[in-house]
């Protein structure tokens, strides 16, 4: 993808405030916005089963973390 396609898709995903973006020197770096992101994930997860879970199911599993946090410590 050239770099003027890949900036126009960011740039629109950032007004959506799907992503923010931060200037470090030359560079832009972009990073979503899980807060804004998940609920578009989210429906898009329940309205892909259309009522058959089976059908993401190995999708969903794919997005549960390997390694969930952990409580702090109480000492």
Not at 60 to 71: G, R
Request: glycine residues 6%; hydrophobic residues 35%.
């Amino acid at each position: 993808m050239s770099a003027n396609t890949m900036s126009a898709h960011l740039s629109v995903l950032t007004r959506a405030g799907l992503v923010r973006s931060e200037r470090r020197n030359l560079s832009i770096i972009y990073r979503s916005d899980l807060d804004r992101s998940r609920p578009v994930a989210t429906f898009l997860l329940k309205d892909c089963c259309g009522g058959r879970p089976d059908v993401c199911a190995p999708l969903i599993a794919d997005l549960v973390p390997c390694c969930p946090p952990q409580e702090p410590a109480h000492g």
